[in-house]
Structures are given as structure tokens and as C-alpha cells.
């Protein structure tokens, strides 16, 4: 199969192209670097020339609300209408867990947004929401490290390492579209006060349930945990180093 990745050059595209390639499949990676910009729609038409899938793994620029919203819709659009114009069968982004059970937080919403446009714009599609990665929870964790502090509720988060998403995604991306939601995460749920003791080292760690890990928002406690159909990464959070 020929698969499109767009955002072919970050993380887990370029981890998703590894695996397709060693199946024997054709991934095609693609970026604004290549010249290929979905929010522009500049090079999508040639990108997307006798694809048969497209894995839309692009990070928005910003993650205030409205900057998110605007990216999300206009970039999901324009690839949307490529892949209809090309007959591509297939197209899967990669989304979150749970999203609409943390309404505070506008990038949430902005997803959901995302999931919409997906879902009447003509394409089949499989939606992959996965857990947080396991690789990106440092970088959560820290912002909310203050004078040696982190203040963090006792929420449940079930992260996947990218590697695992990887292979996951490659199994979505060669099967026919579900045309539903599909999610993908780790194999161990853990409180994120535990997580941050764990990744913290020489940071002091407080429960604090009224705490707003999530870029300023409130976690409910079980909000970002997975469905009992979802698919399950192998790696646990035990075989991802601390911080520093």
C-alpha cells in the first residue's frame, strides 16, 4: 500500500514510517520542509497522487483555542478535499483519549473540532485517539514544576510509548476503515501524582486535587483513561528515564 504521513518528519511519523516500510508497505512522508503544507494546501494534489491512505500526524502550532481551531479545521479540510479528489480510501488522525470529558481545555475542544470535520468530509476514516506518550510526559510534567514544587492531582493517565502507537497505527492505516473510533494505550493506568514522582527526580511531589496539570486546565479523575476495547502498547512508564 502506498500511505501518505503528513507530518512525516516529527515523532511518531517518523516511527510509523519505520514500521510500514518494514512491512513491505510504501509510506510516503511528507512536510512543510518537503513542501507539502496542509493548512496552505501547497503540494497536497502531487503528495497525494495514488495514495491508497493518509495518516494525518501534524501538531498545531499553538494550542490556544482559536489558533488550534483555525489550523485543525482549515488543514483538515484541505487534506479532506485532496484525498476526494485523488480517491485516496482511507484517512486516520491521530487524536486523544477522552477529550470531551476535559472541557476546560480549549486544544481539547479544538480536537473535537477536528473529529467533526472528519466525520462528514467524505473520507472513510478510522479516528486513532491514543493515550499521552510516554516520551512527552516530561515536558507536561515540568510545567508544572514551580521553585522545586510540582502540584499534581491523583488522575489516572494510561500513556503509550511511541514505538508501541507506531505499530498500532500501522495495523489502522492496512485495515478497511471503521469509519468509528478506534484507541490505542499503555498497558498500565497510574495516578499522575505517582508519574511524577517517578519522573521527577528531586522535585517534591504534592497531591493536590485541585490542581490543573493539563496546561492550565483540571483533570477529572478518570477522564484520559481508555475503553475496555482499546488496543495495548507493551512498554511501561518503568522503561522511560527521569527527567535531567
Known amino acids: 500500500m502506498r500511505i501518505v504521513i503528513v507530518g512525516g518528519s516529527g515523532r511518531v511519523g517518523r516511527a510509523v514510517v519505520a514500521v510500514l516500510r518494514q512491512r513491505g508497505h510504501d509510506p510516503v512522508p511528507v512536510s512543510r520542509s518537503s513542501g507539502v503544507d496542509a493548512y496552505t494546501g501547497e503540494g497536497l494534489t502531487e503528495a497525494l497522487t495514488r495514495a491508497d491512505a493518509v495518516l494525518d500526524t501534524t501538531r498545531t502550532p499553538s494550542l490556544e483555542e482559536a489558533a488550534a481551531t483555525d489550523f485543525l479545521r482549515t488543514s483538515t479540510g484541505n487534506l479532506l478535499a485532496a484525498e476526494r479528489e485523488a480517491g485516496v480510501k482511507l484517512h486516520v488522525p491521530v487524536s486523544i483519549i477522552g477529550m470531551e470529558r476535559v472541557p476546560e481545555l480549549g486544544y481539547y475542544r479544538a480536537k473535537l473540532i477536528q473529529e467533526e470535520t472528519i466525520r462528514t468530509g467524505g473520507v472513510p476514516y478510522t479516528m486513532l485517539r491514543a493515550a499521552q506518550f510516554i516520551e512527552f510526559l516530561p515536558a507536561i510534567l515540568a510545567g508544572n514544576v514551580h521553585a522545586g514544587v510540582a502540584r499534581l492531582p491523583a488522575s489516572y493517565l494510561q500513556p503509550i510509548a511511541v514505538a508501541d502507537l507506531a505499530e498500532i497505527l500501522a495495523d489502522v492505516l492496512t485495515a478497511p476503515p471503521a469509519n468509528d473510533i478506534v484507541e490505542a494505550a499503555g498497558p498500565e493506568a497510574l495516578p499522575l501524582d505517582e508519574i511524577g514522582r517517578r519522573l521527577l527526580p528531586g522535585v517534591r511531589v504534592i497531591t493536590d486535587p485541585t490542581?490543573?496539570?493539563?496546561?492550565?486546565?483540571?483533570?477529572?479523575?478518570?477522564?484520559?483513561?481508555?475503553?475496555?476495547?482499546?488496543?495495548?502498547?507493551?512498554?511501561?512508564?518503568?522503561?522511560?528515564?527521569?527527567v535531567g
Open 211 to 242: 490542581a490543573k496539570p493539563l496546561f492550565g486546565a483540571a483533570l477529572p479523575e478518570r477522564a484520559l483513561l481508555p475503553g475496555p476495547a482499546a488496543r495495548k502498547g507493551r512498554t511501561s512508564l518503568a522503561e522511560q528515564p527521569p
